[in-house]
């Protein structure tokens, strides 16, 4: 359709004074000039190609982290045989934070031209931007033709990866110091054979092969190392207690962070790690895997989800669990630890689990109700909120307590910090032959 330019007002606006200026211009004047300016500018409009003759793509990353930057291309291709001015403008979603949703393209006869946008998103999620508006301009440069074009894409932003470092930290320690790979017969559980060598100072001696060492006239011990292809399940809360903030934050992409570093870890020390994300229901389920793009299809599953406001069924999400996964496993719940609904809900489930596997409950702890806590009251309105705070943080750890006494292992800890406290504890697991 047919449309004014930015130059038609500028060229109408300066008629109209330069009319009323006039000593012999009559009241109907600014009318007559106006309405020819409108017939020029309609007619420099019809010269235009038609938006729909001009190429138009739009190129997208495809995948950008959260904390991220990455770039929007539009590349414009002129098919007639003159200069043509195209101006584009995009419906990218606000939250993608474009540098400009437009862009004033002069391309050459039958040329191309790019033209590109910077975007920061600061929401993670799938986004699908389809409409694409194309303006070409006559050869005035008065009027233009305008028109809506459909090119879906899809951009998808991932959760941020913020303990990648200490990811790496920790399998490159495992693996220097053969912590998790190695460990002494008896420990526990899960162990198996890795080499004969000769006793060192430290060894204890219901390690030492006695045929072994009858073969030879050195004594000679057996070592073991953890064994590995062993399940790792995460189950990831995201009902209605994940929503609440926490540095900002809501508690689920905290949890979404400690997911990946497990994952990571676990599978690169030649475990299986899966994931299960509920809230009242199972909303996504990542098979068990090790292989190199596990985390990649853990972090596609989970990487559109939103807290739901919705009371979390660990019954549910347990029994789940164990209809499709019957191997021993080591499963991990990234939950909130919060009084009422754990004592409600989690507590009478957790044994369906503990008795034939290892179970460990994270939760994400704010550090705001620790100073709260601490604080020094200064008048009764502080004094009612430190009081508050204590009574929580009393509450939390009757919670874990209750939970530690059906024998999960609980993890209690803020931002920042849960992540890597989570794959110590798989760590520890791992390298006492508990897995």
Known sequence: MPVPTRRLAAVAAVAAIVVLLSPVAAGWTIL?????????????AFSAPAPGRVDVERELPGVLPLDGEGEVAWRVRNPSTRRLTVWIADELAPSLHPTTRRARLSLPANGRVTATTGLRPSRRGRFTPTELTVRVEGPL?????????????????????????????RIDRARILEVGLRSARG?????????????????????????????????????YRAERNQTV???????RTMAGQVDGVPRLDHALD??????AVATRLGDRAGLV????????????????????????AMYTLEPRLVESNY???????LARFRRRALLVLLTDLSEAPVEESLLPALPLVARDHLAVIAGIRDPQVDEWAAAVPANAGEAYRTAAAIEALEARRRTVARLRGLGATV????????????ADAYLHLKATGRL
């Open 141 to 169: 440069g008065l009027g233009a033709r305008q028109r809506r074009r459909q090119l879906p894409g899809v951009l998808r932003v991932y959760p941020p990866f913020k303990s990648r470092q200490e990811a790496e930290l």
């Open 315 to 321: 019954r549910g999400a347990f029994t789940h669990t």
């Open 277 to 300: 994300a509920f809230d009242e229901s199972v909303r996504a389920v990542v098979g068990p895997g090790h292989a190199r793009g596990q985390l990649g299809r853990v972090t596609e």
């Open 32 to 44: 007559v000039v106006e309405l020819v300016l409108l017939g020029v500018a309609v007619g420099d």
């Open 187 to 223: 420990q526990g559980g899960g162990t198996e054979f890795d080499a004969l060598r000769e006793y060192g100072v430290d060894d204890e001696s219901r390690r030492i092969d006695w045929a072994a060492t009858a073969r030879t006239t050195k004594v000679i011990v057996r070592t």
């Open 258 to 263: 400690a997911v990946m570093m497990l994952t």
């Open 411 to 422: 993890i209690d800890a803020p931002p920042g910090r849960l992540a890597p406290q989570l």
């Open 233 to 239: 399940l995460l189950l990831l809360d995201a009902g």
